[in-house]
């Protein structure tokens, strides 16, 4: 372990209160990126954010994306981390941005374009294609009990939470969604049980956890628990699990608005399967995290 500080540039920005730290590949050399992102992110010894994002070089993109979480663990996909990562990379070029302008950033999960529509003050506004979510139980991963895991799409499943169970949606936009309906925010303790279905064992990967209020047949307000990063202001992948999960309730119509904490997304699912999810982000400061690790 290394005894002097190593100094990181990094770029702080969020969509709709979904924090991120940005940094480039080359800056990083052979640092531990897990244990970077749990240091970086404490919101009291670090930067403080949700999760960090790393931009590399890629042959098949504009760039290469990989993200972790602030608790160090690897994510596969985040939208609001799409946003951010695509607005800076166009923020930091010499050139303007133009309308209908596409980036493409290489995930884990295959490439994602995302398109700049407009400036609106500070926000970049950016329409992602996140991909078409996928209902198989293998693909989530979700394993109940043999026998129990539906054929179809897993809908208004009865999860086992300690003394109650929930009715749930599971599905995986890239990553692993599980979604309930609430009729009042104020009365379900949504952080409690988001966390105990995080670390549920039937999501041996962990799970993202959205917690669904419909308003009418266009709008719905949701509220997250995310593995690895606990209650975040918003998420994209999981908004769109949301706005799935209320059409295949037939609450919904395929185009939702999702209100969140501080704002909307808006998600279509598209007649072809693919989900695009439309927001902003906005780019809030830039500096240099000096980081010790101490031998162990």
């Known amino acids: 372990m290394r005894t002097s500080p190593a100094q990181i540039p990094f770029v702080k920005a969020h969509g709709l209160g979904n924090d991120f730290l940005l940094v480039v590949e080359s800056a990083l050399a052979e640092l531990e990126r897990s244990a970077l992102s749990f240091d970086i992110c404490d919101r009291h010894t670090g930067v403080g954010a949700d999760g960090i994002v790393v931009l590399g070089a890629s042959a098949s993109a504009t760039a290469c994306f990989r993200i972790y979480n602030s608790d160090g663990s690897e994510a596969t996909l985040s939208g609001n981390a799409l946003r951010c990562a695509a607005a800076w990379l166009l923020k930091k070029r010499e050139a303007p941005a133009r309308d209908g302008e596409v980036i493409a950033l290489e995930t884990r999960v295959g490439v994602r374009e995302l398109t700049y529509l407009r400036r609106e003050g500070p926000a970049w506004i950016l329409r992602a294609e996140i991909g078409q979510p996928s209902f198989a139980a293998a693909d989530v991963p979700f394993r109940p009990p043999s026998g129990l895991t539906p054929a179809g799409p897993i809908v208004d499943f009865p999860l086992p939470v300690g003394d109650v169970t929930v009715p749930v949606t599971v599905l995986s936009m890239g990553n692993p969604q599980c979604i309930t309906f609430v009729e009042d925010f104020a009365a379900v303790d949504w952080r409690g049980l988001g ?18 209020r419909v308003l009418d047949d266009s709008r719905i307000e949701a509220r997250f628990w995310e593995r690895g990063a606990g209650h975040t202001l918003a998420s994209g992948t999981g ?28 998600v279509v699912w598209r007649d072809d399967g693919m989900i695009e999810l439309t927001g902003p982000a906005e780019i809030t400061a830039e500096g240099i995290f000096h980081w010790r690790k101490e031998p162990t």
């Open 239 to 266: 908004s769109c699990a949301c706005a799935v999960a209320a059409h295949l309730a037939g609450k919904t119509g395929r185009r939702v608005t999702v209100q969140l904490e501080l704002g909307a997304l808006e």
């Open 195 to 212: 966390a105990e279905i995080e670390r549920h064992p039937y999501f041996p990967d962990r799970a993202n956890v959205g917690f669904v």
